[in-house]
């Protein structure tokens, strides 16, 4: 058998089918990424949610103390930044009707990340008892949760 060599077929991958892994794997992480971004800012509403129930529990007080409702909100003594803040995420204020409250996403200036011309906003309403988060534009609420 002295004439005979032994060929042995390597096997791996081609380029083609790595390039393809490639694009395959950075499209789904652009997904994933995408909604694990929502998901980040839908559990950020969460503080607003818990401030804008102390503020509609704080409404419900001054008016049975006051018969009417606290034009601001140092007067009920609740603790919600006007204006952008570096501890939180939402700046709050009360609605022209005083039977509501809003909690907008800071722009700038707020808790890192900043989020500009972000289009979130939370709102309450004390008939209801409500407290909910969405997508607020042009007056109009886009989208809730």
């Not at 818990?50 to 140092?74: E, P």
């Not at 289009?119 to 008939?127: D, G």
Request: glycine share 10%.
């Amino acid at each position: 058998m002295a004439g005979k060599t032994s060929h042995s077929r390597i096997r791996a991958f081609t380029l083609l089918e790595l390039i393809i892994v490639i694009i395959v794997v950075g499209v789904l992480g652009s997904l994933g990424f995408s909604q694990y971004s929502k998901l980040m800012e839908r559990s950020r509403c969460a503080e607003a949610k818990a401030i804008l129930g102390a503020i509609r529990t704080a409404q419900t007080a001054y008016k049975l103390s006051y018969g009417g409702y606290a034009a601001s909100l140092a007067e009920i003594g609740v603790e919600a930044p006007a204006v952008c803040e570096s501890t939180h995420y939402f700046r709050y204020y009360l609605g022209d009707s005083n039977n509501s409250a809003f909690a907008a996403r800071c722009g700038s200036g707020g808790k890192y990340p900043d989020y500009p011309s972000c289009p979130y906003h939370c709102r309450t309403e004390w008939y209801y008892g409500n407290v909910f988060c969405g997508v607020y534009q042009d007056g109009v609420w886009v989208q809730r949760w």
